[in-house]
Structure formats: structure tokens, C-alpha cells
């Protein structure tokens, strides 16, 4: 089974830039979050969708974005990139049934804002 | 806030050592995962343990949940290089999973 994966891998982008970055679960998989991590903070959960529709949301700016396609990819959207936006973010995709939440993670989208 | 506390933040020791990682919260969570993340990629997942009390083992890493479902410990036996990165913890809490800041361990040859 594929696991999950994330493109682009690495992105170089200037501050007021937009970008947008993708993400394909596990084969199955209806539930999709995405985290923010950075060497100070840490991993930090940004949001996630659950079949098109966000289930839950941290606490992020609302120039950070989502959705979610009827094949389960995601993808996920900042504006006006500030250079603190620069970090590693990471999909994690999981089967969200009953019982015990796994998720399982892509290689993640090194993002740099210059 | 539901929060993860991992400690030590750094450990650096010599292949063969033993060495034991922990992560602490105040709330109780309904499960537990342990990562290993390194560097470039995304974590990988190790272990999930759901029962207060529990031990679940994989080679030489040794998992126990707390019982009271609060707490954990990871016990490497032997370490070795490959056993070098970040190790991370996450929780299964009311409505999201919670990560700690983890564990950051390097194994020397």
C-alpha cells in the first residue's frame, strides 16, 4: 500500500507570495490533517478535513487554508506568506473509524520564505 | 489547554547504553503514540498503547503507558546509531492530537 505523499517536496517562496501545497493519504484513508513544525515550536496542528468537510482547526491565522477532494487529497493554502512561515508542514493521514486514531505521516513540504 | 511535556529535550550517548525518555501531561488521554522522526522526513509511527498499564515492546524499544493514562515512558535497551533522531509523543485528547516537542537523541558510535 502507497503510503502518503506530498508535493512539492521543497518550495522556495518571497514574503506577500501565496502557495499552495498538496497532499494524497493512504489509500482508504478519509481523514487528513496537517501540522506546522518548526525546530522552536515544534509540531502544531493546523487543521482537518474529514471527508470535503474541516472537522477541527487550531490555532493559525485565517491566511492559512484548506480543503479537501472527493478522492480524499488535500491540499492546503497560505496568503500573504510571512517570513515566519518558513517550516517543515506535514500531512497525516488516517482511516478516522472507530476506536484508536493513528495517523500516519508524509515526508512533509519544506517551505522557505525569503 | 491539553499540553505533552517531554523530557530530556537533548540526550547524547554511547552505542551499547541504556536510556529511558518519557513524556508527562496533567489530562488524561484515550490513547498514545510514540514517532521517530528524522531529519527531512516526516515521524514515523512506532507504537500506539490505549490501556493504563500497558507495555508493548518492539526490539530493544520497550513502551509503557501510565496507569492512570497521563503518562509514558520510552526504554531503549542497547542503543544503537540507528537508533538516533527525534522521538515524539502524541496524545489522543477530547477533540485532536496533541503533540509533545520531543526527544532529541543521538547515539555515538
Known amino acids: 500500500k502507497a503510503g502518503v505523499t506530498q508535493t512539492p517536496r521543497y518550495l522556495i517562496k518571497t514574503r506577500g507570495q501565496q502557495v499552495t501545497l498538496s497532499c494524497s493519504p493512504i489509500?482508504?484513508?478519509?481523514?487528513v490533517s496537517w501540522y506546522q513544525q518548526t525546530p522552536g515550536q515544534g509540531l502544531q496542528f493546523l487543521f482537518e478535513?474529514?471527508?470535503?468537510?474541516?472537522?477541527n482547526k487550531g490555532n493559525f491565522p485565517g491566511r492559512f487554508s484548506g480543503r479537501q477532494f472527493s478522492n480524499s487529497r488535500s491540499e492546503m493554502n497560505v496568503s500573504t506568506l510571512e517570513l515566519g512561515d518558513s517550516a517543515l508542514y506535514l500531512c497525516?493521514?488516517?482511516?478516522?473509524?472507530?476506536?484508536?486514531?493513528?495517523?500516519?505521516f508524509g515526508p512533509g513540504t519544506r517551505l522557505t520564505v525569503l | 489547554t491539553q499540553l505533552l511535556e517531554q523530557s530530556p529535550q537533548f540526550l547524547s550517548i554511547q552505542e551499547g547504553e541504556n536510556l529511558t525518555v518519557y513524556c508527562n501531561s496533567s489530562s488524561v488521554f484515550s490513547s498514545l503514540q510514540w514517532y521517530r522522526q528524522e531529519p527531512g522526513e516526516g515521524p514515523v509511527l512506532l507504537v500506539t498503547v490505549v490501556t493504563g498499564g500497558e507495555v508493548k515492546k518492539l526490539k530493544r524499544l520497550t513502551f509503557q503507558f501510565g496507569d492512570a493514562r497521563k503518562d509514558s515512558s520510552l526504554h531503549i535497551t542497547a542503543a544503537q546509531p540507528g537508533d538516533t533522531g527525534l522521538y515524539l509523543c502524541?496524545?489522543?485528547?477530547?477533540?485532536?492530537?496533541?503533540f509533545g516537542k520531543g526527544t532529541r537523541l543521538h547515539i555515538l558510535p
Open positions: 489509500s482508504g484513508h478519509r481523514s
Open positions: 502524541a496524545g489522543e485528547g477530547d477533540d485532536k492530537i496533541i
Open positions: 497525516a493521514s488516517s482511516f478516522s473509524g472507530l476506536g484508536v486514531y493513528e495517523q500516519f
Open positions: 478535513y474529514f471527508s470535503e468537510t474541516q472537522r
